[in-house]
């Protein structure tokens, strides 16, 4: 009986295990890898300094440059959210299309952001803009 009850918890166990799926995190693995040093794994960045992800207006009306900023960095003088920032982000040029797209998604739909889910297509087409 107790054999019973010990294989039925296992089995438990492991189908909730199977359950856990959070569709964001791959993304969320690399957000934290190659992203939170710098805009924090709350998105907040730093305010003058590193702008925001998290309810940042910049992400909603830039959908299409994101993925380029992602794969070449940027210089530029922004507003995000109504606060200037002009320090330069480092690309990530080892991210593969998969990898930006997912990064993007974690970040979609983080910290009460709900911007709506980005394709691989989507993705692909932005970097066709912005090849190097
Ligand atoms: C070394 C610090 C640093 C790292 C690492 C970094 N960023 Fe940035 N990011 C910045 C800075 C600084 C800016 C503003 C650039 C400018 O003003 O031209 C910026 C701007 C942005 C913007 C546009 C502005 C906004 O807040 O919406 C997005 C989107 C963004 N980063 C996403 C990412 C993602 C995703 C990653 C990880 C793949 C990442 N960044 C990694 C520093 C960084």
């Known amino acids: 009986m107790k054999l019973i009850s010990v294989l039925f918890t296992t089995m438990v166990f492991i189908f909730l295990s199977a359950c856990d799926t ?3 995190k791959h993304g969320e693995i690399m957000y934290q890898n190659f992203c939170a040093s710098c805009h924090m794994d709350d998105g907040t960045g730093l305010e003058g300094n ?3 992800l998290a309810g940042a207006d910049y992400i909603t009306q830039h959908r ?3 993925a380029c ?3 070449y960095g940027m210089q530029d003088t922004i507003s995000v959210n109504g606060i200037i920032y ?3 982000m480092p690309g990530v040029p080892q991210l593969t299309d998969f990898e930006i797209a997912n990064i993007l998604n ?3 739909h983080s910290w009460g952001n709900d911007y ?3 394709t691989i297509d989507e993705v692909r087409a932005s970097l066709e803009k912005c090849k190097q």
Do not use: H
Request: net charge positive.
């Open 69 to 71: 900023i992602i794969r």
């Open 64 to 66: 299409s440059n994101l």
């Open 50 to 52: 590193i702008p925001p």
């Open 22 to 24: 959070n569709p964001y």
């Open 86 to 88: 002009n320090n330069a």
């Open 106 to 108: 974690y970040i979609n």
């Open 116 to 118: 709506g889910f980005v």
